[in-house]
């Protein structure tokens, strides 16, 4: 019995997800995942206190998604400016793959926040592979010298890789190869290390 509590607690998520992903957050009614799964229309709330629990545990599931398609081809074997490659590639992926989960964790009513808090960029909510991303600008970091605080390089670089997937992520919209999202993801890396030099030695030369 328990088992299958269980089991249907996963199906409400599940089809909670294939709504999303096909027409969002916002279209989302437990009495239709209810009658999907073939279900009374107050089961639902045997497994959710309310609606908007609901939709906490789908943006949580979201979330893993999210994490998993960022720790694809990621190894910590690595070198720093390689994993931010692959982890940028990984993010535009998902915008592409997974639009209106993207629009469910970066835009619009349901967005898990990252803010800066005693000069930390934190995730205001459990954000896999966000941790992940910050290990690589740290990694990054230290192999290439960079002047810059880890916050304010986090910061940069997270903040180029949401643009970046906003304008690219849109399959219908724009149209572009997964070689050419690469090159430009790895050109603004060595662009972003080689002007952080710069910006070091210009700082250095102004201290003597």
Same mark, same amino acid.
């Given at each position: ?64 998604? @999210?994490?998993?398609?960022? #720790?694809?081809?990621?190894?910590? $074997?690595?070198? %720093?400016?390689?994993?931010? *490659? /692959? ?45 992940? @991303?910050?290990?690589?600008? #740290?990694?990054?970091?230290?192999? $290439?010298?960079? %002047?810059?605080?880890?916050? *304010? /390089? ?55």
């Amino acid at each position: 019995m328990v088992k299958n509590q269980i089991d249907l607690k996963k199906r409400l998520i599940s089809e909670g997800l294939k709504i999303v992903q096909d027409k969002g957050m916002k279209n989302i009614s437990l009495r239709q995942i209810a009658e999907k799964c073939g279900v009374t229309h107050s089961t639902p709330y045997r497994h959710f206190k309310d609606k908007n629990t609901y939709l906490a545990a789908l943006v949580e599931q979201i979330s893993i998604i @999210f994490g998993t398609t960022m #720790a694809q081809k990621v190894t910590d $074997n690595m070198s %720093g400016n390689a994993m931010l *490659l /692959q982890m940028g590639i990984n993010f535009v992926n998902f915008a592409q793959d997974f639009p209106k989960f993207f629009d469910v964790l970066f835009l619009g009513d349901y967005v898990v926040q990252t803010k800066v808090t005693g000069h930390e960029i934190i995730s205001d909510k459990t954000l896999p592979g966000f941790e992940e @991303f910050k290990y690589a600008v #740290a990694k990054l970091s230290k192999e $290439n010298n960079l %002047g810059v605080d880890n916050d *304010l /390089q986090e910061i940069q670089l997270w903040s180029f890789i949401i643009g970046f997937a906003l304008i690219v992520g849109k399959k219908n919209v724009v149209e572009v190869d997964s070689k050419w999202i690469s090159k430009v993801i790895d050109e603004m890396i060595s662009i972003y290390i080689n002007g952080d030099k710069t910006l070091g030695e210009g700082r250095n030369e102004g201290n003597h």
